[in-house]
């Protein structure tokens, strides 16, 4: 579709669901216009999960997670059935409205959390943060306020559980991949409240249940703590631990081995205070300390070879305080700042024959890479964001926040304006306007390429609107449209070939963009009704383009997907038994086609030579896949017992995320067959868990 068209026809769509909005509701009486601005949502493209559920357009509740079908019982793999969240089968990483991950602020219990992902190797297989760990969880996709800085695309916060009442909570988890347990209780002299929760996986043993415990070895685990004391009637302190560490490894009888380790850490304390119905503050310190391990060393092809040492650590040291005050019933002003200290120390050495064919003769040339950067960074910031009901009807909500990181050497002024409409008791039109900025993390230097130099901060400009309806009958539709514009987009790696290479910097595939501008817009549709009976369900629609421009060609992104369309219900005829299914449809991927013929060598002798296509040039087949589950609660004399059976791919769809190629020679004739790269096939399994 032509760019100007495309967005003409998201523009006609809102403007005309707002027109439809204000023609048939009524005017909102004084009463419906009163709101507690403190907790009035202004931001479009936000979803939350409670332990309740809200009744919004957007809510899912804990139970709605724990029903719904999901593989490896993973939180971030839930999450991927919003709208505009893309993920494939084989990672827990998802996309925002086409930004990759790294784009998304994570932040659990007050601390950032960098990389959360188990088993790095394979893209982050799953997230290091225990789905049954979690009661409030809310993610922004776009236009979020000032509060949250140094990301481009979206904030995902989470909150853990607490104790209710003076009786100890524990529950236990056993699934086919992993075991896990947790509790939660008060202090014996009533002072405050404890959580913990501890988990193990072991998708070795289920690797080697299908046969494949030869080449692939991996386990991980991870434990959080935390403890709350009251010290004061509204004010808490409380202090947070969470580890998370991880092994693999990767066997090939045709490639090198990989031994690889992962270990994060992060301490930190938070003080949550009420001075008085109108001033709060919060306070955050946290020791971060990551390490990454990774050792390889073979021959590709039983010829080429390959050595690779790769050593990497960071430590960060932050302190944020967020102010709040409420002057009045129509001013609230929200404003803090953050200081930061980061150091990184690197240790990279790679070495490579690739094979290349130059006058007439085949040889392995060699290629090495020897890096030992150790940046540091100091990372200083302040926001500033007043919220402001103009009318009873009307809130605004400016916002004005600056960023300064010494390592890139970048200073960001970053402006943002959110707008609430309340058109009736039951209708909110929201708008977004906002430029974001993130510096180039000390942990990301593309060192494996040969680069350890920083990249100024990329810009992205968001322009979002969002139409909320809540009918009568408690169906919930949300009509949304968005546009990221982004300017100094990274340079960054792609594999045209081997997308999911566990050494994917040695291979020849590799090709460096490095975009002038980037854009991705889009149309989402949300329709959902739960807690109306026996059936819940949600259907969403996305209609989306993601570019990004390359020197004069303009190349689709990685996830651009142009429909999208997500449809889950689940039936529960009483209170013992939930059966679940979710059916997901998404157009093909984009991809870079591989071509294949035949150079005659110097010996007289024929080899087979790979040259690549248009760059994403190409189209994957659509995906789509069923998924289902069924769960049983069982009533005890101490606690309950509830067991479940999921079924992902329940029709055992083949979905492609690449294209293998076999090649051939016979009578001096080249022979090349494609064959779909496939991803996950039909996977059952089961699990069993003791709630107390």
Same mark, same amino acid.
């Given at each position: 579709?032509?760019?100007?068209?495309?967005?003409?026809?998201?523009?006609?769509?809102?403007?005309?669901?707002?027109?439809?909005?204000?023609?048939?509701?009524?005017?909102?009486?004084?009463? @419906?216009?009163? =709101?507690?601005?403190?907790?009035?949502?202004?931001?479009?493209?936000?979803?939350?999960?409670?332990?309740? !559920?809200?009744?919004?357009?957007?809510?899912?509740?804990?139970?709605?997670? @724990?029903?719904?079908?999901?593989?490896?019982?993973?939180?971030?793999?839930?999450?991927?059935?919003?709208?505009?969240?893309?993920?494939?089968?084989?990672?827990?990483?998802? *996309?925002?409205?086409?930004?990759?991950?790294?784009?998304?602020?994570?932040?659990?219990?007050?601390?950032?959390?960098?990389?959360?992902?188990?088993?790095?190797?394979?893209?982050?297989?799953?997230?290091?943060?225990?789905?049954?760990?979690?009661?409030?969880?809310?993610?922004?996709?776009?236009?979020?306020?000032?509060?949250?800085?140094?990301?481009?695309?979206?904030?995902?916060?989470?909150?853990?559980?607490?104790?209710?009442?003076?009786?100890?909570?524990?529950?236990?988890?056993?699934?086919?991949?992993?075991?896990?347990? !947790?509790?939660?209780?008060?202090?014996?002299?009533?002072?405050?409240? *404890?959580?913990?929760?501890?988990?193990?996986?072991?998708?070795?043993?289920?690797?080697?249940?299908?046969?494949?415990?030869?080449?692939?070895?991996?386990?991980?685990?991870?434990?959080?703590?935390?403890?709350?004391?009251?010290?004061?009637?509204?004010?808490?302190?409380?202090?947070?631990?969470?580890?998370?560490?991880?092994?693999?490894?990767?066997?090939?009888?045709?490639?090198?081995?990989?031994?690889?380790?992962?270990?994060?850490?992060?301490?930190?304390?938070?003080?949550?205070?009420?001075?008085?119905?109108?001033?709060?503050?919060?306070?955050?310190?946290?020791?971060? *300390?990551?390490?990454?391990?990774?050792?390889?060393?073979?021959?590709?092809?039983?010829?080429?070879?390959?050595?690779?040492?790769?050593?990497?650590?960071?430590?960060?040291?932050?302190?944020?305080?967020? *102010?709040?005050?409420?002057?009045?019933?129509?001013?609230?002003?929200?404003?803090?700042?953050?200081?930061?200290?980061?150091?990184?120390?690197?240790?990279?050495?790679?070495?490579?024959?690739?094979?290349?064919?130059?006058?007439? =003769?085949?040889?392995?040339?060699?290629?090495?890479?020897?890096?030992?950067?150790?940046?540091?960074?100091?990372?200083?910031?302040?926001?500033?964001?007043?919220?402001?009901?103009?009318?009873?009807?009307?809130?605004?909500?400016?916002?004005?926040?600056?960023?300064?990181?010494?390592?890139?050497?970048?200073?960001?002024?970053?402006?943002?304006?959110?707008?609430?409409?309340?058109?009736?008791?039951?209708?909110?039109?929201?708008?977004? +306007?906002?430029?974001?900025?993130?510096?180039?993390?000390?942990?990301?230097?593309?060192?494996?390429?040969?680069?350890?130099?920083?990249?100024?901060?990329?810009?992205?400009?968001?322009?979002?609107?969002?139409?909320?309806?809540?009918?009568?009958?408690?169906?919930?539709?949300?009509?949304?449209?968005?546009?990221?514009?982004?300017?100094?987009?990274?340079?960054?790696?792609?594999?045209?070939?081997?997308?999911?290479? =566990?050494?994917?910097?040695?291979?020849?595939?590799?090709?460096?963009?490095?975009?002038?501008?980037?854009?991705?817009?889009?149309?989402?549709?949300?329709?959902?009704?739960? !807690?109306?009976?026996?059936?819940?369900?949600?259907?969403?629609?996305?209609?989306?383009?993601?570019?990004?421009?390359?020197?004069?060609?303009?190349?689709?992104?990685?996830?651009?997907?142009?429909?999208?369309?997500?449809?889950?219900?689940?039936?529960?005829?009483?209170?013992?038994?939930?059966?679940?299914?979710? +059916?997901?449809?998404?157009?093909?991927?984009?991809?870079?086609?591989?071509?294949?013929?035949?150079?005659?060598?110097?010996?007289?002798?024929?080899?087979?030579?790979?040259?690549?296509?248009?760059?994403?040039?190409?189209?994957?087949?659509?995906?789509?896949?069923?998924?289902?589950?069924?769960?049983?609660?069982?009533?005890?004399?101490?606690? @309950?017992?509830?067991?479940?059976?999921?079924?992902?791919?329940?029709?055992?769809?083949?979905?492609?995320?690449?294209?293998?190629?076999?090649?051939?020679?016979?009578?001096?004739?080249?022979?090349?067959?494609?064959?779909?790269?496939?991803?996950?096939?039909?996977?059952?399994?089961?699990?069993?868990?003791?709630?107390?």
């Amino acid at each position: 579709m032509n760019p100007s068209r495309y967005r003409w026809a998201v523009t006609s769509v809102l403007l005309t669901a707002s027109a439809l909005a204000l023609k048939a509701q009524r005017a909102p009486t004084k009463a @419906e216009s009163t =709101v507690q601005l403190e907790r009035f949502v202004v931001t479009p493209s936000h979803f939350d999960l409670t332990d309740a !559920g809200a009744g919004s357009p957007s809510t899912l509740s804990q139970r709605d997670l @724990e029903s719904l079908p999901q593989a490896g019982e993973d939180l971030f793999r839930s999450i991927a059935r919003l709208p505009g969240v893309t993920a494939d089968d084989f990672t827990a990483k998802f *996309w925002v409205r086409g930004a990759p991950q790294r784009q998304l602020l994570v932040r659990l219990d007050g601390a950032d959390l960098l990389e959360p992902f188990h088993l790095k190797d394979v893209d982050g297989a799953l997230s290091i943060i225990d789905l049954h760990a979690i009661r409030q969880l809310d993610l922004m996709t776009g236009g979020f306020n000032a509060d949250y800085g140094n990301r481009a695309a979206g904030v995902l916060t989470m909150e853990t559980l607490n104790a209710n009442g003076q009786k100890l909570k524990a529950s236990l988890g056993l699934s086919l991949t992993s075991m896990r347990a !947790g509790a939660a209780g008060t202090f014996p002299d009533g002072s405050g409240r *404890w959580f913990g929760s501890v988990r193990r996986g072991y998708p070795d043993i289920a690797l080697r249940a299908q046969g494949r415990a030869d080449d692939i070895f991996p386990r991980y685990w991870d434990a959080y703590t935390k403890a709350e004391f009251d010290l004061a009637p509204g004010h808490t302190l409380s202090l947070h631990a969470l580890h998370s560490g991880d092994t693999l490894r990767v066997l090939d009888d045709n490639g090198p081995e990989l031994r690889s380790a992962y270990n994060s850490d992060y301490l930190w304390g938070r003080w949550r205070a009420q001075f008085d119905h109108n001033l709060s503050a919060e306070t955050v310190a946290t020791a971060s *300390w990551l390490t990454w391990h990774r050792d390889g060393s073979g021959l590709y092809g039983n010829r080429y070879q390959i050595n690779l040492r790769d050593r990497r650590s960071l430590a960060t040291y932050d302190l944020r305080q967020d *102010w709040s005050y409420g002057a009045s019933p129509t001013f609230y002003l929200r404003g803090g700042w953050e200081f930061a200290q980061s150091g990184a120390d690197y240790s990279y050495h790679l070495f490579r024959e690739d094979p290349v064919v130059s006058g007439g =003769v085949l040889s392995g040339v060699p290629r090495t890479i020897t890096l030992a950067p150790s940046p540091r960074d100091t990372t200083t910031a302040l926001f500033l964001a007043p919220r402001l009901a103009v009318t009873p009807a009307l809130t605004l909500e400016p916002g004005l926040r600056f960023d300064r990181h010494t390592a890139s050497q970048d200073a960001d002024t970053s402006p943002r304006l959110n707008a609430a409409l309340t058109l009736s008791s039951r209708t909110t039109l929201r708008a977004a +306007w906002g430029v974001y900025a993130q510096a180039q993390g000390l942990h990301e230097l593309p060192v494996q390429f040969g680069d350890s130099t920083f990249q100024r901060s990329e810009q992205a400009q968001h322009r979002v609107l969002s139409l909320d309806h809540r009918f009568a009958s408690g169906l919930n539709l949300r009509v949304e449209a968005y546009q990221r514009l982004t300017a100094h987009p990274r340079p960054h790696w792609l594999n045209r070939y081997d997308t999911y290479n =566990v050494f994917a910097e040695a291979q020849t595939d590799r090709l460096l963009l490095a975009p002038s501008s980037a854009e991705a817009q889009g149309v989402e549709l949300l329709a959902q009704r739960r !807690g109306q009976g026996k059936f819940d369900w949600t259907m969403s629609y996305a209609l989306s383009q993601a570019r990004e421009k390359v020197g004069l060609v303009t190349l689709p992104g990685l996830r651009d997907q142009r429909h999208a369309f997500y449809a889950d219900l689940t039936y529960s005829p009483n209170a013992k038994w939930r059966f679940s299914a979710a +059916w997901q449809y998404h157009t093909g991927w984009p991809i870079t086609l591989v071509n294949y013929s035949l150079a005659t060598l110097s010996t007289g002798s024929r080899v087979t030579v790979r040259s690549f296509g248009a760059t994403l040039g190409a189209q994957l087949a659509a995906y789509h896949r069923l998924d289902l589950r069924a769960s049983r609660t069982i009533a005890l004399r101490h606690g @309950e017992l509830k067991v479940f059976v999921d079924i992902f791919n329940a029709y055992d769809r083949s979905n492609a995320i690449a294209y293998d190629y076999d090649t051939s020679v016979s009578g001096g004739v080249l022979t090349v067959k494609r064959k779909p790269r496939e991803m996950l096939p039909l996977l059952p399994t089961a699990g069993v868990s003791w709630d107390l």
